[in-house]
């Protein structure tokens, strides 16, 4: 009997752990980011440092980590293609923003996932904007890489970033 509880604890053991999450970019449909007018070059940069593994999902004895710059990394060059799709460039003067993702995390909730995801978008006049994004999705990768793309196009259609880039 002994021996068949030990069997059985090392099985539910066996999938617990912490897995590695490797961010990865998750298409938008077109249309969801509208055209805007873009004056002078726009440079979307990864202003987070931090590389130590942080926990993005935890559920059911299993663990995805990853780290926020690499996250924002994604992020960043997501926000980069999105805004060369609907960017109606002017010439003007260069434009920078620098992107910062401070916490992504995901968690299971009935049949689904929600995630949020809090990032700092610092733009070139000075100006931080501070944003938390929610998403939710049926499967864990899409929807914390979906809260990386549902972030880039909330950034995007945010008044004071297209009011920014327009000037």
Known sequence: MRSLVILAAALGL???GTVQFKPAE???RAGL???MPVKGHVDVSNAQSQTEPVIVSSYGGTSLSSNL???TEVMA???REEL???AQPEPGTPKTIELKVNSLESNYKFFYYHSQLHFDAKLG???VIPMNVPHS???LAQDLNGCIAESVMTLLNDPRVRAYLAQ
């Open 26 to 28: 998750y298409p938008l």
């Open 14 to 16: 066996a999938g617990c």
């Open 125 to 127: 006049n000075g100006t």
């Open 84 to 86: 060369s799709k609907a």
């Open 69 to 71: 710059h690499a996250i």
């Open 137 to 139: 999705s049926g499967i």
């Open 33 to 35: 980011i509208a055209p």
């Open 77 to 79: 060059q997501q926000t």
